[in-house]
């Protein structure tokens, strides 16, 4: 059978291993570094080594190559390379390191409240990325960004409510859990050049940071993405790779680094996040106004935290007409490991909050809660609450078919519905290149592949494209060298973005002879941090979610007996790819409901390992799953790599709720859910005396 | 130290250490379908059979395999039905857990020749597929046994 070749295969001569040495405390100075202990024959990197080196992060630069203080139990304050991984993990347990300990935070709301310590006494530099959001640091604090949203008057808006409803609700942090450790290989050239290869999913903001970091030229940085073994977000950015370059600098030779699964558990995570949902609507369901308060915990460091709080803040509106909307997004820094992009990219935070509000809305209002969704939903021409107007809008469709999947008309009970709304990077810009070959035709870009398929995509549009076979076109691996620029494979952009930018770089083939063509596609628009007015997204990604479940009243075991989802595809480039990404959705969806959560102690992550972190098995799909990719004649293509995941865990919340069981944080576990049951049942015997 | 086995239907002799798992030793060979993931015999995605049997790559001291029988994909006939069935299905994505699974999925069929949907999760419960293609992996496994 064909293999795939990932970046943890890429051997090369001379090679050493990496190890790093971790901080045991969650913040603390670092005060010395004893390495007389040190085995012979491997080298190690110090403080010292790197104090000089500049600051680098994608949204905030807020990180520094090695840690000092340490911000969080497991970050890098020193690394060695060896000529093998075992006595590369040898040589770091040997060095010694003393730490001046500092108090630390582990939960959003204690980090923004008054005397809490600080991770960050001053904010970093913004990162000034072209296609970024701004950035809005609250000085002083551990607020690393602020996003608010205004439209019309929300007090008034309350004040006309017939119903208010307010609950604030949580999500668990989450791992990404890529079967694919990270795996970094770097090596410096003869002429001074770096060059990295990495299973990275942002090949130019790597090397843009990395350029930033060791004062190099971005040209004088060559990344090289080979094929991941899934990401889902956890695989973008900077990583380990600032770290393995200076590794390789010092020990004169190449360098690679593999991580084990623990230490996956404090490289990237999700943002665990507290969300506050206050809803005003009129007696017949019409919703008057929001107010949705978030704080994304980001952890150490920023990271992508400010994008993720931004869009937590503005999915969490969710697909509705409200015309009085107030939204205030935090993204806090605490002493937890560095929370990141996850598939669902905020939206999987506030589409949990919002989407279990509008069932406790439709409760308090004795309406069904399909039939509230349905007089809201934004419709063509429609404004959101950004400001910008509705186009190519099916919300409605969505949640029809979700809801006709569980015959959710006939009896709802023990059922539950989910719709959402979810933007796409915006602004981003994206160029590929396409070349004639004597067999066919090379295609050379920057999108990066994680399994989601973009590499068969990018056949599949090209041969229609150009009139050839998929299997005449050729899409090497992305290398910042000689793949044209592309923001990143982030938000589900990369089929529509890149298709684009192909079909574009097909004309300019044919208008130019027909050896090369170059397309360029630029997506514009943007938020305004300060008023949440713009444009967040060119087009969106709409989809709804229908679950059936069972409960065990003895054990508060849940079975999910039907799940579907229902997502808009505009066109269908790659049938079975489209439908992997929808079917993979639901079962991480799945797992983010039930079953995912990563637990501290005292800032130690206690079940660091796919044994005590469940992820769903095949055992854990349900009877019924099913999914409908919804296309319209002519339509755009709309990515699809995450829009089934948010809306699951609401699903599933709201058909526990239609039986009693309301619960409001995640994941859903037997115990959460027997404790809701022994509610329910406490004020039934209430009720009765 | 030496261990002698039938590597993949050919006598071999592999260099180890004392305690080195199968695993590390299998992939310094240039086999890289077996792959390192949680490290404690839970995803299965370092599977490889023992005699047949599927065990895990991560937990099998290399000397434990000293005059045995190991196989990993690369060792199936490129005709394989059950690697057939997983391309004709679709049933992966990022392609990382696919031999672990195909070789569970070979082991399933030969000892339940028709399986059940319930005997599917079972046999391939401990092999984990983050990017969720479990629906398609299914019907991967349903087609091989009918080939």
């Known amino acids: 059978m064909r293999l795939v070749h990932y970046s943890q295969d890429a051997g090369l001569d001379g090679m050493w291993h990496a190890a790093f040495v971790r901080s045991p405390v969650p913040h603390g100075r670092v005060c010395s570094v004893d390495v007389s202990a040190l085995p012979p024959d491997c080298v190690a990197l110090l403080p010292q080594d790197t104090a000089a080196l500049g600051r680098y992060g994608c949204q905030l630069k807020d990180q520094r190559v090695l840690a000092d203080p340490a911000r969080f139990v497991g970050d890098i304050v020193a690394a060695v390379a060896a000529p093998t991984r075992s006595r590369a993990r040898a040589a770091a347990q040997a060095v010694g390191v003393d730490f001046d300990e500092l108090p630390a935070v582990f939960d959003p709301l204690a980090a923004v409240a008054e005397g809490a310590p600080l991770l960050h006494p001053e904010s970093g530099a913004s990162a000034q990325d072209k296609v970024s959001i701004g950035v809005r640091p609250l000085p002083g604090t551990n607020v690393c960004h602020r996003f608010r949203l205004f439209n019309g008057d929300v007090e008034s808006g309350f004040a006309a409510s017939a119903v208010v409803v307010e609950e604030t609700f949580r999500t668990a942090s989450a791992q990404h859990a890529p079967m694919e450790p990270h795996a970094t290989v770097a090596r410096w050239t003869e002429d001074g050049r770096l060059e990295v290869t990495t299973g990275t999913q942002t090949p130019f903001n790597l090397r843009d940071d990395l350029a930033g970091a060791l004062g190099l030229e971005p040209e004088r940085v060559r990344v090289i993405a080979p094929p991941m073994g899934g990401s889902f977000g956890a695989k973008t950015f900077t990583r380990l790779e600032a770290i393995v370059a200076c590794l390789a600098r010092k020990a004169g030779r190449p360098v690679q680094a593999v991580l084990d699964r623990g230490e996956e558990f404090v490289t990237l995570n999700r943002h665990p996040a507290v969300v506050r949902v206050r809803i005003g609507a009129e007696p017949d369901g019409t919703l008057v106004a929001k107010q949705l308060d978030c704080w994304a915990d980001t952890g150490a460091y920023a990271d992508c935290g400010p994008g993720v709080a931004t869009k937590m803040g503005y999915a969490g509106v969710g697909p509705y007409r409200i015309p009085h909307v107030r939204v205030d997004a935090l993204a806090v820094y605490t002493n937890l490991p560095p929370n990141g992009a996850f598939r669902g990219y905020g939206a999987t935070q506030s589409v949990w909050a919002s989407e279990r509000a509008m069932d406790l809305l439709a409760e308090r209002l004795d309406m069904s809660p399909l039939e509230l969704r349905r007089r809201n939903l934004l419709r063509d021409g429609d404004r959101f609450a950004t400001g910008e107007v509705m186009r190519d809008v099916h919300f409605e469709e969505c949640l029809q078919s979700a809801a006709d999947a569980v015959d959710y008309e006939d009896d709802p009970r023990g059922k539950g519905l989910c719709v959402l709304l979810k933007g796409m990077q915006t602004p981003s810009r994206a160029a590929i290149s396409v070349e004639r070959t004597p067999v066919g035709y090379v295609i050379r870009s920057a999108s990066c592949e994680m399994g989601q398929g973009i590499r068969d995509s990018l056949r599949l549009q090209g041969a229609a494209l150009l009139g050839c076979e998929p299997g005449q076109i050729e899409v090497p691996d992305p290398d910042t060298d000689s793949s044209p620029f592309d923001t990143r494979t982030t938000s589900s952009r990369s089929t529509y973005m890149m298709g684009r930018a192909l079909a574009d770089a097909v004309r300019d083939l044919e208008a130019g002879g027909g050896e090369r063509g170059y397309g360029e596609i630029a997506n514009e628009g943007g938020l305004d941090p300060d008023t949440g007015q713009g444009i967040a997204s060119t087009h969106w990604h709409q989809g709804a979610a229908a679950a059936q479940v069972r409960v065990d009243e003895d054990t508060g075991r849940v079975t999910v007996e039907r799940l579907h989802a229902a997502v808009y595809a505009g066109r269908v480039v790659d049938r079975a790819g489209a439908e992997l990404q929808n079917e993979g959705s639901m079962i991480m969806g799945l797992g983010t409901a039930l079953l995912e959560s990563i637990e501290h102690a005292d800032g130690q992550i206690t079940n660091a390992n796919l044994s005590d972190y469940s992820v769903p098995a095949l055992g854990d799909v349900p009877a019924e799953m099913t999914h409908e990719l919804i296309e319209r004649d002519g339509a755009e293509v709309h990515g699809l790599g995450e829009t089934a995941l948010p809306p699951v865990p609401a699903a599933i919340g709201n058909a526990l709720a239609s039986l009693g069981v309301g619960l409001a944080e995640l994941p859903m576990t037997a115990e959460r859910v027997l404790e809701a049951l022994e509610a329910r049942d406490r004020q039934a015997a209430g009720a009765a005396v | ?147």
């Open chain 2, 1 to 147: 130290m030496k261990v002698e086995l039938v590597l993949n239907e050919r006598p071999a002799a592999l260099e180890c250490e004392a305690d080195e798992m199968v695993l590390e030793v299998l992939r310094r060979e240039g086999l890289t379908s077996v792959r390192a993931t949680c490290g404690i015999g839970i995803c299965g995605a370092c599977t490889v059979l023992l005699d047949g049997e599927p065990v895990s790559g991560c937990l099998l001291l290399a000397t434990q395999a000293a005059g045995r029988e190991l196989t990993t994909v690369e060792g199936l006939p490129a005709e394989h039905p059950v690697p057939r069935a997983f391309e004709a299905e679709h049933a992966f994505q990022c392609g990382w857990c696919t031999p672990g699974m195909v070789l569970t999925a070979k082991r399933l069929i030969e000892e339940t020749p028709q399986p059940t949907d319930e005997q599917i999760a079972e046999g391939l419960g401990g092999n984990l597929c983050r990017c969720g293609c479990y629906v398609k992996i299914r019907a991967a496994v349903k087609r091989a046994a009918a080939a």
